[in-house]
């Protein structure tokens, strides 16, 4: 018979989500045959044994690894808070930032692939993430990496785990610690102006034409005289600029310092910044909104119909 090992338990929780010792039961049964290990819990549990994977992770953490000029950024989603403070879950975390760094994989499937053990579980991360899942009780996810070897120094900023900033310059150590620190209060989204993407702007400008309109028909309702169109269009643009300076690096009043902007600070430290990374934890991810009233009401409907 075959031997039911600990992380083949793992291995089936993660993929069922059913209790470690009805896994083990199961393993047992089907003489350690996965897939009828698998098959027998979802006789067994039914839709107890969902799979954990289809659940929502959008909290986790952001970890960073540096050593000289290589370095790797990484988030990993959970599907709690409660677990993005689990020591196994932020350990894994920072162990596979410091993969990024050193193994340079080309996508998540190869980080995953890379050679690493922990807490009895292996060969690979991919499988500790998996008898994680099982270990712990919630999905968690590879979201994205990031590595950085371009020759140039870098200095990262960690604000608790849930913002990642990584800054690749040149210059002085204390102003681009400063400059990481400034990114994750301010959330720049481009060095410049002139590096804000097109999306981005025209997004802004068909906003500010939005709010001109409305101003153009509240005016109107109340008989005053409407804006020209030359107006209207100086007033978009400007608002246009107005975005542009508050979401680039360079032109935001420096947090130390509001008198002074980030290109200022940097200038009178002799310090140039090549570029910049930030990882904010969940960011874009829909998460799920628990309605508890409707949870009820469905419960007590589904009892009557079954009275």
């Known amino acids: 018979m075959a031997a039911i090992t600990a992380s083949m338990v793992g291995e089936l929780r993660a993929k069922t989500d059913a209790p470690m010792m009805e896994c083990k039961k199961a393993l047992t049964e089907a003489e350690g045959n996965m897939e009828k290990a698998e098959e027998l819990l979802r006789i067994k549990l039914g839709n107890k044994a969902g799979k954990a994977s ?8 952001v970890a960073a690894y540096v050593d000289g000029t290589t370095g790797g950024l990484i988030e990993i989603n959970c599907e709690t808070d409660f677990v993005s403070k689990n020591d196994s879950f932020l ?9 990024v760094a050193k193994s340079n994989p080309a ?7 890379l050679p690493y053990e922990q807490d009895g579980f292996g060969p690979t991360l991919e499988d500790v993430r998996k008898g994680l899942i099982g270990k712990i009780g919630e999905n968690m996810t590879f979201r994205r990496f990031k590595r950085f070897a371009s020759g140039a120094k870098l200095a ?9 900033v990584l800054v690749e310059y040149e210059g002085d150590d204390v ?11 301010m959330k720049p989204v481009a060095l410049s102006t002139a590096d804000v993407s097109n999306e981005l702007i025209e997004k802004e400008r068909a906003v500010a034409a939005g709010k001109a309109e ?3 028909k509240t005016a109107e309702a109340a008989g005053k005289p409407a804006q020209s169109a030359e107006i209207v269009t100086k007033r978009v643009e400007g608002a246009v600029q ?12 420096f947090v130390k310092n509001d008198k002074q902007t980030v290109e200022a600070m940097l200038k ?11 990882f904010i934890v969940g960011e874009g991810i829909e998460k799920k909104v628990d309605d508890f009233a409707a949870e009820v009401a469905a419960q007590v409907a589904a009892a009557k119909g079954q009275a």
């Open 54 to 61: 289809s659940r929502i992770t959008a909290e986790g953490v």
């Open 91 to 99: 350990f894994f975390a920072n162990k596979a930032a410091e993969l």
């Open 107 to 113: 996508d998540i499937a190869a980080l995953g692939a």
């Open 156 to 164: 990262s900023y960690l604000h608790g785990t849930r913002i990642g």
């Open 175 to 185: 102003a681009a610690k400063d400059v990481a620190m400034h990114i994750a209060a």
């Open 214 to 216: 409305e101003d153009r």
């Open 242 to 253: 107005k975005f542009l300076k508050e979401v680039s690096l360079y032109n935001q009043a």
């Open 268 to 278: 009178g430290a002799n310090t140039q910044v090549k570029g910049f990374t930030m």
